[in-house]
């Protein structure tokens, strides 16, 4: 077996266009493999860390285009030719981070090709609905997407048999892993910021921390504290900002997007995380509960493994007004032990991602 010093690493990463969840595992993958060379289909310099960015990055076709990193969400038709044009012949191991199309990149049969997948595309599968059709993304856009999408799902499970090996970050995206691909894999869950929390104290407000787009559900949570006229405090942006602005009522404040630091403040001093949607994994209700605040979340995919019901945080089973307003008011006569949420969330440790990864891997490089 070769040592980790001696091999070509390539690790394809989807976008580089902002440090989210994605992001941070790519970095702890730059951490872990410091002389790799990093492939993407674009990159807006200066958006992500620099572990990430002093790596070599090397990017596509789609890069040229201008203002692609504003705009490339409607370039998806063409990312699996711009994946596919990397060459990586050059290269004894490929690692994708994938939750679009990094994982069909193209490699030779005997270069073994790991693929860290966050979800199979959900554009495509599951969540189609939630980002295409014509009331909200216009007339064309939703035709366009009608036409393509057949030539995308084959693409996504004709490029997923050039994987060697599936990773996925919970048990619910094995379960689409196998679902859409017919592959196993392993649960290797994400890396989460858990450390240097300020010490938790009560600022009678709940909390959300959301890109705002549909599938997070902030509306079903206006709506609910519209009614209940609880104070809601939604830290975040994204492109569904300015009709959610318009719904909410005055007990409802949207702080905008914050520092990491600042981010800390907001979730130590809240009542409890709101965590309406069905997530792939769920990095946000883990910080929470790093800060020893309890998380009211939909029970269904990420959170349903990382958010203990009655321990941690409560559930409510059907994503409904009425369903989350009943488990808020429940979720007001419960008590909660700050330090029992925080040991569950040590769980989902930086370090810990980065020894399973070794664990992983060491059947290919000796570190």
Same mark, same amino acid.
């Given at each position: ?12 990463h989807?976008w580089?266009?902002?440090?989210r ?5 790519? %970095? ?11 492939y993407?289909?674009l990159?807006d310099?200066?958006?992500v860390?620099?572990t990430?960015?002093?790596?070599r ?6 890069q ?6 504003k ?10 030719f711009?994946?596919s044009s ?7 191991l ?9 994982k069909?990149v193209?490699?030779?049969?005997e ?5 860290y ?9 599951d969540?189609?609905d939630?980002?295409?059709?014509a009331?909200k993304s216009?007339?064309?856009? @939703?035709?366009?997407?009608?036409m393509?999408?057949?030539?995308l ?14 990773i996925?970050?919970? %048990? ?5 892993i196998k ?7 392993k649960v ?14 009560d600022g009678n407000?709940?909390l959300?921390?959301?890109a ?13 504290? @519209?009614?209940?006229?609880?104070p ?8 569904d ?11 409802i404040e ?7 630091? %600042? +981010? ?11 965590f309406?949607? %069905?997530?792939d ?8 509960q790093?800060?020893g605040k309890?998380? +009211? ?11 203990? @019901? ?21 979720f007001?006569?419960? @008590? ?5 949420i ?12 980065k020894?399973?990864i070794?664990?992983f ?7």
């Open positions: 077996m070769r040592k980790l010093r001696d091999i070509k690493i390539a690790i394809v989807d580089l266009t902002g440090m969840g994605g992001e941070k595992v790519l %970095e702890a993958f730059c951490e872990l493999f410091p002389d790799a060379d990093i993407t289909l990159w310099k200066d958006s860390s620099d990430i960015e002093k790596h990055i090397n990017t596509s076709f789609l040229y285009i201008p203002k692609i990193e705009n490339y969400r409607y370039y998806l038709p063409l990312m699996p711009a994946i990397f060459n990586l012949d050059r290269y004894d490929v690692i994708s981070s994938s939750h679009c199309v990094a069909g193209k490699t030779k049969k270069i073994p090709h790991i693929c997948c966050y979800t199979p595309m959900r554009y495509i599968w969540q189609y939630e980002y295409f059709n009331k216009g007339f064309i856009v @939703n035709l366009l997407m009608f393509v999408r057949p030539f799902q084959d693409w996504d499970v004709e490029s997923s048999r050039n994987v060697k090996e599936f996925g970050i919970s %048990e619910h995206i094995i379960n689409k679902k859409y691909y017919n592959r196993d894999a290797i869950y994400p890396p989460v910021d858990v450390e240097n929390y300020p010490n938790a104290w407000y709940y959300m921390v959301t705002m787009v549909p599938y997070k559900r902030t509306d079903l949570a206006i709506e609910v504290f @519209n009614e209940l006229k609880y809601l405090k939604i830290i975040g942006k994204g492109p900002e300015s009709k959610l602005r318009k719904m909410a009522n005055p007990n949207f702080l905008g997007w914050l520092s990491d630091e %600042e +981010i800390k403040r907001y979730y130590s001093g809240c009542k409890a995380f709101i309406p949607q %069905e997530e994994f769920g990095i946000t209700a883990v910080e929470a790093a800060a309890p998380v +009211i979340a939909f029970g269904k995919g990420g959170a349903a493994e990382t958010v203990i @019901n009655g321990l941690t945080g409560v559930y409510f089973s059907e994503p409904t007004h009425e369903g989350l307003k009943d488990c808020i008011l429940k007001e006569k419960m @008590n909660f032990d700050k330090n029992k925080r040991e569950n969330a040590l769980k989902f440790s930086r370090e810990h991602f020894k399973e070794v664990s891997f060491s059947r290919y490089i000796e570190f």
